[in-house]
């Protein structure tokens, strides 16, 4: 276990930062780990590739926590303007657009999305999702009147992750072969 109170949490700064985010991506993306530890631990399902990552911090800095300078969680952060990046986000884009909340059309509102999230797998259970998430919120709820995301229905440990947060769900995705739940999170 890692304390949290060596932990700095702040907005992506370099390319060393996406880097770091990279490197802890890969190792837990669905497709790298056994059927065991995507149970157990969860998983992250995109692939950004680096010139991705920097397009994402160029228009919206991401949430990173580090440690002693190893990035040991982020919330990438991202809106509409992304779209035409890559394909799952474009995909759930289209499909948020096509839904309301509180009886207004989101395809006529600016949301945030949260392109992914993510926590080394040495410091879970400590609440380092709930903090990244808070810092995400601290630094972008002025811009945006909601959080939204997607997470694999299979993902239950981000599931119950994001219900604890505040998220609320709005639809389901369904992306390659895969089913997702879009969930919400009321800024206002």
């Known amino acids: 276990m890692y304390e949290l109170f060596r932990m700095q ?91 309301s909340f509180q009886n207004q059309n989101l395809a006529n509102v600016n949301y945030a999305v949260v392109g992914q999230l993510c926590v080394d797998k040495q410091y879970r259970g400590q609440g380092l999702a709930s903090k990244l998430y808070q810092s995400f919120r601290d630094h972008y709820s002025k ?15 981000s599931l119950q992750a994001h219900y604890k947060t505040g998220f609320q769900t709005l639809g389901q995705l369904q992306f390659e072969n895969a089913d997702f739940e879009i969930v919400l999170w009321d800024w206002k």
């Open 9 to 99: 949490i702040r907005l992506t700064q370099s390319s060393e930062d996406l880097g770091g985010i990279k490197s802890l991506q890969s190792q837990n993306l669905k497709v790298n780990l056994s059927e065991a530890e995507k149970i157990s631990e969860g998983f992250v399902t995109a692939s950004y590739t680096m010139e991705a990552l920097e397009h994402m911090h160029h228009l919206l800095p991401s949430v990173i926590a580090v440690d002693h300078d190893k990035i040991v969680g982020y919330a990438l952060v991202l809106d509409k303007r992304f779209k035409g990046t890559h394909q799952l986000i474009d995909d759930l884009i289209e499909n948020i657009d096509r839904h």
């Open 143 to 157: 811009l945006f009147p909601y959080c939204i995301t997607d997470v694999d229905k299979s993902n239950i440990r």
